[in-house]
């Protein structure tokens, strides 16, 4: 039996341990249920925003490259994850360092022997569940481009410009299929060849768990107890701690290697944040002087020997009309791509009024230089916004689209829609949305250079969508007010070289006026 002073020490301290763990459990709900989520959301929305407008600063011929959408992907499902993991993690450490200093200094009065065992092989445990951490991150990294195998395949059959193809291509619908397949084996190949590894990791953080932290205190106690070092009020006490001790002491430990771990995951952001950095210098945006000179240039991708284009040398003045031909595949798109400042050159200079494209920002020189190539893109967005490309703001932005619109001749169709201006294009997102054909399509991208009134204008292939009548109306009327500006022309098409005063073909790598060669 008990005396009574000690029934009355155990049930003090069995009260203020549940008391202490009641407050703690009041506080992680609350963490749980009001501040985690808003934070989540808050830190999602920052690294996400960074993320992309990082990504749009990176040179087209990197971002191109396999290994940049592998770092990327990781990088924005990392943004969207990790942030809430984080934040638990940061939280379940001070929620377990509170209740292990209470528990550990109640314990440590009774039985410092005890207490010791419990915290060495719970570190123990931590330090097996680093490597166990470790390798599950080096199988997420390896896994990155299967999963995007994967996922290619959902987008297909997902996005609307696949699904004319799926119906009309009955076999493509197995290519899809296979390429599913074969990113499901490659996750599997990779899900085997690590399987063993984190198995036998597994067993020997089991093993440890069981057997050093649960079995061998209780051992200690039961010794101590039938010699008579601790009373009997302590060892209900000391069975409270072995039940807890553990679970806390692990806790912290496995916390803080998670710190690790969320670092291992945050590289894949950081990486991206650093991979490409310019400097930007202060070029004067008022000057009014236009001119493109590309001298001894010279163009490879990123990981390619050979050059695409060599030996440029091209000039290009304010008002000057000229065209770019030449068969398929022989670079005039890079070359437009390069004027436009997109991909950087891998040789020679490139000059924008006078000064080297390096020292403007990716602002500038798109605020001055605009490209509308045969490649183009609408977005689930408004009519309004399509144009704009921002959101509008004034009156003053609908009159500019309502002025575009006549020009690419879609008003009429625009404004008897229910929300006009305001209308979405495509159905994805409302059943009032527009649709658009191909040429409508082109029609509204060309209507984003009326809006933007840029000082050199590159026209890859834009109108190869339109009927032919549309096609010189809509060329007729860009050359007609923006004729102080420079155009450029790439077509297949002879008929459009009217519009234009000198021709360019490029042959062989090289760029020469038409007659030269």
Known sequence: MFSVDAEQTVIKRICGIGLFLLVVLIYK??????????????????????????????????????????????????????????????????????????TALVSIRIDFDIAMVIMFASLATAIITLKLNKMNYEKYMEQTTANRKCDYSGRIIYLP?????????????????????????????????????????????????????????????????????????????????????????EGIFSSIIQLGQHSFYIDNIREIMNSYSKTELSVDQENDFFSIEIVGGAFHYTGQIEYILENIDFQLQAGEKIAIIGGNGV???????????????????AKLAGESYDLYGEEQIHKRIMI??????????????????????????????????????????????????????????????????????????????FAANPECIILDEATCHMDEKSEERILGRIYTEFVDKAIILITHSSSLLKFVNKTYIIENKKIKLKGEI
């Open 331 to 349: 670079g005039k798109s890079t070359l437009a791509h390069i004027i436009a400042g997109v991909y950087p050159l891998s040789k020679g200079v």
């Open 29 to 102: 709900i609350i963490i749980e249920a009001f501040i985690i989520p808003f934070c989540e959301m808050n830190i999602e929305e920052k690294i996400t925003t960074e993320l992309i407008e990082k990504t749009v600063k990176i040179p087209k011929n990197i971002t191109d490259e396999r290994e940049f959408y592998d770092k990327l992907t990781r990088a924005i499902n990392d943004s969207r994850n990790r942030a809430g993991a984080v934040l638990n993690t940061v939280i379940n450490i001070f929620s377990c360092v509170l209740q292990g200093i209470i």
């Open 372 to 449: 509308a190539s045969q490649q183009y893109n609408v977005y689930s967005f408004s009519v309004a916004e399509n144009i704009l490309l921002r959101c509008p703001v004034c009156e003053r932005d609908y009159e500019t689209v309502k002025e575009v619109l006549k020009k690419v001749e879609l008003y009429d169709k625009v404004m008897k829609t229910k929300k006009k201006m305001d209308t979405l294009v495509t159905k994805e997102f409302d059943n009032d949305g527009v649709v658009f054909s191909g040429g409508e399509m082109q029609k509204l991208v060309l209507g984003r250079i």
């Open 161 to 249: 410009q696949f699904s004319l193809d799926l119906r009309m291509y009955p076999n493509l619908m197995n290519l899809v299929v296979k390429n599913y397949h074969d990113g499901l084996n490659e996750l599997r190949g990779i899900e085997k060849k690590y399987a063993k590894g984190i198995a036998m990791l597994s067993l020997i953080s089991g093993m440890c768990s069981v057997v050093v932290i649960s079995v061998m205190p209780w051992l200690m106690i039961i010794q101590k107890l039938s010699i008579g070092m601790i009373s009997q009020g302590s060892v209900l006490v000391l069975l409270s701690a072995v039940g807890t001790l553990p679970g806390i002491f």
